[in-house]
């Protein structure tokens, strides 16, 4: 497991912009799968986004076309660029992580302690 930890989380206008980032402890292997996750109020936590090492990317729907996961090996840093922000967007943000492919669809292990992000219409 590595140690992950959010920032940039904040209250922002619909149609506003946000860039989430999650600062990784370390990458212990080549192969490591990282997502984005939310989960708002009252909501079973969902799926926002991945990215494998090899650079295949997933999104939900509810934020394709608007939302962009980047990651950064030199700074160990995973982004989430999120534009055209809408109230539904509004959750806890977690990012995760697992040593193995995406499409493998093994459980996330290691988890970061979230950021709020709130969007006002």
């Known amino acids: 497991q590595v140690q992950l930890q959010e920032s940039g989380g904040g209250s922002v206008q619909a149609g506003g912009s946000l860039r989430l980032s999650c600062s990784i402890s370390?990458?212990?292997?080549?192969?490591?799968?990282m997502g984005w996750f939310r989960q708002a109020p009252g909501k079973e936590r969902e799926g926002v986004a991945s990215l494998y090492s090899g650079g295949s990317t997933y999104y939900t729907d509810a934020v394709k076309g608007r939302f962009t996961i980047s990651q950064d090996n030199a700074k160990n840093t995973l982004y989430l660029r999120m534009n055209s922000l809408k109230p539904e967007d509004t959750a806890m943000y977690y990012c995760?992580?697992?040593?193995?492919?995406?499409?493998?669809?093994?459980?996330?292990?290691?988890w970061g302690q979230g950021t709020q992000v709130t969007v006002s219409s």
């Open positions: 370390e990458l212990p292997y080549m192969s490591t799968c």
């Open positions: 995760a992580a697992v040593a193995a492919t995406c499409a493998a669809m093994v459980p996330f292990d290691s």
